[in-house]
């Protein structure tokens, strides 16, 4: 899986300066009905299957469609599947498909589709290498189109946590373009993608809810930072700029923009390679968590807009985040001298921060977190990267010592906490607790709520204690948005939902 995936980012950063749209060409972008979206980063792969990068997915989400699909709630509804019945033991799920859905190809959308996409996503195709794209899918054994022209998927267990990955995109039967022409179901099409400039979506005229989307197009341009994107802003290149601080929103003109604003689900990471010395010592990990003062890591990053973390889950999640954990590390530079030195570090040690140089708000809690682990004698080195090579030599390889990340996730529970099972491809800091592994594995076949969320509280514990990594932040989400426009709506999730979108009055 991992070579998979770095094999299609590899490929992704070396195609051509301009993607030329293959059988979803479109028309050229005129006119004055359209947005601009300020990003910060580089777009690595257009396939929903093999995409990694949150960056990427909130800009996939408008050409692409699921059988479900999360609201801006963070409410899971039925999208391309009319609904779902759930077998007794939950191994069994079958889809009735909606029908009326067209293709950006003008293929029309059956059971078929639905079956090719899963089969891909789970790695069922065959003279495949049996290797799932998508590896919470893995757990899939076949997808069959029945004879009533429905679709059933099989588990290999019992799993009551699967629908909300059932938002993976769905393509046409036997597609193999998407990198180059991704083909979806979504309220946009897309038209081009230029390197270091934009990618350009555009209406689709034949989207099956009626009246959207509103914008004839969207330009996804791209900033080289947050500095970048304000200055665009101010000088009205671009509408919306998402992921603001709050230093840089209260220098907007409030008659030009307003600030959108919601909690993001998001988990701002001290991320520590736990394979790595000296931090595959716990008692080197916890150390530095109580070294740190979260507050004025969001003071300096989020002009205080942000929650205090010290788990992997935020708070947003409700009844299933653990309240027990917090302020578990409020910071005590004495008990954080004193784990060091029972370590064998009483003199403290170099260590190095790998940061995306695209994210202003992460080089900024690097820049602060090196200022607050001197306190303790630990030197934080700060090397800055481009976003392809973190994706490649971090996340991918593994090959660093500690990073500063913000952690995306569905907005469901399984998902937040899954990737830290020990042989999860997303398991980036090399976390790997067996106790946590069974409950992860428990988890899917409970169908009392009840009884999950107590799991979901065990594990937060364990892993507050086992201080996997050092959590930082729930950033509150700020978006610019031009006055000019209106209808826009913040997730609690990585996601830039175009569809709503619409010229003011």
């Keep these: ?92 799920y079958t889809f009735t498909i909606r029908e009326g859905v067209t293709f950006h190809n003008g293929d029309t959308l059956d059971a078929d589709d639905v079956t090719y996409s899963l089969r891909r996503a789970a790695g069922l195709l065959e003279g495949g290498d049996g290797n799932a794209l998508v590896a919470e899918l893995d757990c899939i054994t076949s997808v069959e189109t029945t004879d009533d022209g429905k679709v059933a998927v099989t588990m290999d267990g019992g ?25 979806g179901t979504g309220p946009f099409k897309f038209d081009s993608y230029t390197v270091a400039q934009s990618v350009v979506l555009v209406k689709n005229e034949n989207y099956w809810q009626d009246g959207m989307p509103y914008l004839d197009s969207v330009t996804f341009k791209i900033c080289a930072d947050m500095d970048s994107g304000l200055l665009e802003l101010q000088n009205g290149t671009i509408d919306i700029f998402p992921y603001l601080d709050m230093n840089h929103a209260q220098q907007l003109d409030a008659e030009k923009f307003t600030v ?38 969001i003071d300096i990053t989020m002009g205080g807009a942000g929650v205090a973390l010290t788990t992997a889950m935020s708070p947003a999640m409700g009844s299933y985040y653990n309240t027990a954990v917090d302020g578990y590390y409020d910071q005590n530079i004495d008990l954080a001298k004193q784990l060091l ?119 937060l514990r364990i892993m507050t204690e086992d201080a996997a990594s050092c959590y930082l932040q729930d950033p509150t989400t700020l978006t610019a948005v031009s006055t000019r426009l209106e209808g826009y709506n913040v997730y609690p999730m990585y996601v830039q939902d175009m569809s709503t979108v619409r010229l003011a009055g």
């Excluded at 777009?43 to 299957?49: C, E, K, N, R």
């Excluded at 046409?172 to 022409?181: F, I, L, R, W």
Aim: glycine share 6%; with cysteine.
């Design 159 to 183: 799993n009551s946590e699967m629908l909300s990955y059932f938002t993976v995109g769905i393509i046409p039967d036997g597609y193999e373009d998407c990198e180059t022409a991704p083909c």
């Design 260 to 297: 959108e604003s919601n909690g993001s689900n998001m988990v701002q990471i001290f991320a520590l390679n736990n394979e790595v010395e000296p931090l595959n010592n716990p008692d080197v990990r916890r150390a530095i968590n109580y070294a740190i003062n979260r507050t004025n890591v």
């Design 341 to 459: 030195k029972d370590a064998g570090y009483e003199n403290g040690f170099d260590l190095t921060v790998t940061v995306p140089s695209n994210y202003l708000i992460h080089v900024n809690t690097a820049v602060e977190l090196a200022s607050e682990l001197s306190a303790v004698g630990i030197n934080l080195n700060i090397e800055q990267v481009d976003w392809g090579t973190w994706l490649d030599e971090v996340y991918t390889a593994r090959n660093y010592e500690s990073t500063v990340i913000a952690l995306t996730s569905d907005y469901a529970p399984y998902d937040v906490l899954q990737r830290y099972s020990t042989d999860a491809s997303g398991n980036f800091i090399n976390y790997s607790n067996p106790d946590v592994d069974s409950m992860l594995a428990l988890i899917p076949t409970i169908s009392d709520d009840n009884e999950k969320t107590q799991l979901y509280h065990e594990i």
């Design 1 to 92: 899986m991992k070579e998979l995936i770095k094999k299609t980012i590899s490929c992704a950063l070396s195609l051509a300066v301009v993607f030329g749209l293959a059988s979803c060409k479109t028309g050229s972008v005129s006119g004055d009905n359209n947005a601009v979206v300020g990003i910060t980063q580089e777009p690595s792969s257009f396939d929903p299957h093999t995409v990694v990068a949150a960056g990427d997915k909130e800009i996939i989400f408008n050409i692409y469609e699921g059988l479900y699909k999360f609201d801006s709630t963070g409410k899971l509804n039925p999208c391309l599947a009319e609904s779902v019945e759930i077998s007794d033991d939950a191994s069994v």
